[in-house]
């Protein structure tokens, strides 16, 4: 929260378009066999021989996607890509490249965007992804980032949100809500801070859903799994919206119904007491908090031995026929029709 005063300020137009792109993309290495020709030409050129290639993009914007005054520039660069990266693994492929595009205004110096691509640069090694083009221009209004994903999957392995079937299990990989409750602690503190900026907080005791917010994760390491288990799902997305709107995609594509368990959706403890200190119902952040980034899927009921007792999946709901309808089922065994009111980029 505190900035250094005497940080070195160079500014954007000492360099021009291109040298800045050569600047900030000076580190990025190829990885991947399917890049031919990354960064540096009028195009990349990828090579994907006899696979499918699937394409996801994802804006973000200053103001409504993120707070720079909690939000580090280099945790937002690799936040960036994860997002897009996590529909990639939502088709049940692997991400092999990304484009990346900002446009910037003029109070952010080279060293600020030198931060942003750290961050990005953090995420391509981990995820072993090329950044093979993208581009640069001004804004009057803040930070636009933008991400395009590329990825490959083998022919008929590709996994569509239309799949599920009556009888299938709903699974879930990871934890629920934890990324929207690391927001509201940070929403708090930032206010605190307006009114007493030498209060510094004590974040500890929040770690964990602070980390869930700032520095996400995609769940590639889920779809090895479910590879090295030889499950295959009938259908898959990625919670970016809220657990209820994404079985809501899930049932209406699919044509099917749900039953979604609400003592079986997994929830981390420390979402639980952060819950109950902002005395909110930790089912509802579940249903609707968004930006967790796991997986969901179904999957038909004779993989479940093979999933059965995996500390990272959990099967939270039972698919049923279209005109049962989509509800959650409580712990008091009462049936509530499950409505998709999670994250909305556009308020009525």
């Not at 799949?163 to 699974?171: E, H, I, R, S, Y």
């Not at 005791?205 to 799994?225: M, T």
Request: glycine share 6%; hydrophobic share 35%; net charge negative.
């Amino acid at each position: 929260m505190i900035e250094d005063k005497n940080q070195q300020r160079t500014q954007l137009n000492d360099l021009g378009e291109f040298g800045l792109i050569d600047h900030l993309t000076k580190n990025f290495k190829i990885n991947q066999k399917s890049t031919v020709k990354g960064i540096g030409d009028d195009a990349a050129v990828l090579n994907f021989e006899n696979k499918k290639v699937v394409v996801t993009t994802d804006l973000m914007v200053e103001g409504i996607h993120f707070d720079l005054s909690y939000m580090p520039l280099k945790h937002l660069g690799y936040k960036a890509v994860i997002v897009n990266l996590s529909d990639v693994y939502a088709m049940n492929a692997i991400a092999t490249q990304i484009t990346v595009s900002i446009a910037v205004s003029n109070r952010f110096p080279l060293e600020a965007l030198e931060d942003l691509y750290a961050g990005i640069e953090t995420a391509a090694k981990i995820y072993n992804i090329d950044v093979v083009g993208g581009d640069t221009t001004s804004s009057n209004t803040g930070l636009l980032i933008s991400v395009t994903a590329i990825g490959e999957v083998e022919d008929n392995k590709e996994i569509y949100r239309n799949g599920a079937k009556p009888n299938d299990l709903l699974v879930v990989s990871g934890d629920l809500g934890a990324a929207y409750m690391g927001l509201q602690i940070l929403e708090r503190e930032k206010e605190v801070y307006k009114v007493n900026p030498n209060n510094q907080p004590d974040l500890e005791p929040y770690s964990y859903i602070i980390e869930r917010q700032l520095k996400p994760e995609a769940r590639k390491d889920v779809i090895k799994l479910l590879s090295d288990l030889e499950v295959n799902p009938t259908s898959m997305i990625d919670i970016s919206d809220g657990l209820s709107s994404e079985i809501i995609h899930i049932c209406k594509q699919s044509k099917v119904g749900c039953d979604l368990y609400e003592e079986k959706i997994p929830l981390d403890p420390q979402v639980i007491s952060t819950c109950e200190e902002f005395n909110i119902d930790s089912t509802t952040i579940a249903l609707n908090g968004g930006e967790d980034y796991e997986l969901l899927f179904t999957i038909s009921q004779e993989d479940f031995p093979k999933i059965k007792g995996n500390p990272s999946l959990s099967v939270i709901g039972y698919i049923k026929e279209e005109k049962e309808g989509v509800h959650l089922v409580t712990r008091a065994e009462t049936k509530i029709p499950l409505k998709a009111q999670g994250w909305k980029n556009f308020n009525d």
